[in-house]
């Protein structure tokens, strides 16, 4: 008996198929909003050279009239701070090992420390946020010269230590008195405080940032390869400006546009 199921019909390409059903979903037909992503109907804005529909171009402008504050303030400080903190570390850690200040590494320290306080500023960006980020970047640049100048503040130390001792101990026994009484205990150093560890930690920061100054005649490059983190930083900060056109029409060029667009 033979089998009643019929053969498969062979299809071209490009043939339609009744007996299968595919179902695709379509492309969405006209512009839409690059803010929300909504389909365009009727009329549109302009922000920036980018479309948006009429609720989010009124948004749009309110959310960027609003400044940050104090904490908007605080939170790109903090972000630039951590920023800064690990572009000291890599800064440091890349001279130590060759040598040489690479001004490559000093960009990359700016355009880190500056987009973490362009993070933090919610990308509005203006001369506050360009202060900071500048001082945050030239802080975490000649904060390398930390361990220099400690080291050098130990050897110091020790130094006067040893010179202090060092008649005590030569004296010896000829300084005791005739009398036969005993030497007055020396004087006790009174502690120190919380406030003179802050000045002292306050006094070495500056001494730090002054130092590509004062080798500024024997190391000038120093200073040009600061000053190229610094632009990075400020650039990245600078203030946005909003530039809002329209209505237009949807489907017809906008007045602004050159003919024949």
Same mark, same amino acid.
């Given at each position: /008996? %033979?089998?009643?199921?019929?053969?498969?019909?062979?299809?071209?390409?490009?043939?339609?198929?009744?007996?299968?059903?595919?179902?695709?979903?379509?492309?969405?037909?006209?512009?839409?909003?690059?803010?929300?992503?909504?389909?365009?109907?009727?009329?549109? &804005?302009?922000?920036?050279?980018? /479309?948006?529909?009429?609720?989010?171009?009124?948004?749009?402008?309110?959310?960027?009239?609003?400044?940050?504050?104090?904490?908007?303030?605080?939170?790109?400080?903090?972000?630039?701070?951590?920023?800064?903190?690990?572009?000291?570390?890599?800064?440091?850690?890349?001279?130590?090992?060759?040598?040489?200040?690479?001004?490559?590494?000093?960009?990359?320290?700016? !355009?880190?420390?500056?987009?973490?306080?362009? !993070?933090?500023?919610?990308?509005?960006?203006?001369?506050? &946020? @360009?202060?900071?980020?500048?001082?945050?970047?030239? /802080?975490?640049?000649?904060?390398?010269?930390?361990?220099?100048?400690?080291?050098?503040?130990?050897?110091?130390?020790?130094?006067?230590?040893?010179?202090?001792?060092?008649?005590?101990?030569?004296? #010896?026994?000829?300084?005791?008195?005739? %009398?036969?009484?005993?030497?007055?205990?020396?004087?006790?150093?009174?502690?120190?405080? &919380?406030?003179?560890?802050?000045?002292?930690?306050?006094?070495?920061?500056?001494?730090?940032?002054?130092?590509?100054?004062?080798?500024?005649? @024997?190391?000038?490059?120093?200073?040009?390869?600061?000053? &190229? #983190?610094? !632009?990075?930083? !400020?650039?990245?900060?600078?203030?946005?400006?909003?530039?809002? %056109? #329209?209505?237009?029409?949807?489907?017809?060029?906008?007045?602004?546009?050159?003919?024949?667009?």
């Amino acid at each position: /008996m %033979s089998d009643p199921t019929p053969p498969p019909v062979p299809v071209t390409p490009g043939e339609i198929q009744l007996d299968r059903a595919d179902f695709v979903e379509p492309k969405p037909a006209g512009p839409r909003c690059d803010v929300c992503g909504n389909a365009l109907l009727g009329n549109y &804005f302009e922000i920036n050279e980018k /479309m948006a529909c009429e609720r989010c171009r009124y948004a749009v402008e309110e959310a960027f009239q609003q400044r940050g504050g104090a904490g908007g303030f605080l939170k790109a400080a903090l972000a630039g701070f951590g920023a800064a903190v690990a572009g000291s570390i890599l800064y440091y850690a890349v001279r130590e090992a060759t040598g040489y200040n690479i001004g490559l590494i000093a960009i990359l320290v700016g !355009w880190g420390v500056g987009k973490a306080v362009h !993070w933090g500023a919610r990308g509005k960006g203006g001369g506050v &946020f @360009q202060a900071l980020a500048i001082f945050l970047t030239y /802080m975490a640049i000649v904060s390398t010269y930390l361990p220099a100048i400690f080291t050098e503040i130990s050897k110091q130390v020790d130094k006067e230590k040893a010179a202090a001792t060092a008649p005590a101990q030569a004296g #010896g026994a000829a300084t005791q008195p005739a %009398s036969g009484k005993a030497p007055r205990p020396a004087k006790a150093k009174a502690p120190v405080t &919380f406030g003179q560890v802050v000045l002292g930690l306050g006094a070495i920061l500056l001494l730090a940032a002054a130092v590509p100054f004062l080798n500024a005649l @024997q190391h000038p490059i120093t200073l040009l390869i600061i000053a &190229f #983190g610094l !632009w990075e930083a !400020w650039k990245i900060n600078r203030r946005v400006e909003l530039a809002i %056109s #329209g209505p237009f029409q949807v489907g017809a060029a906008p007045a602004s546009a050159p003919a024949g667009s």
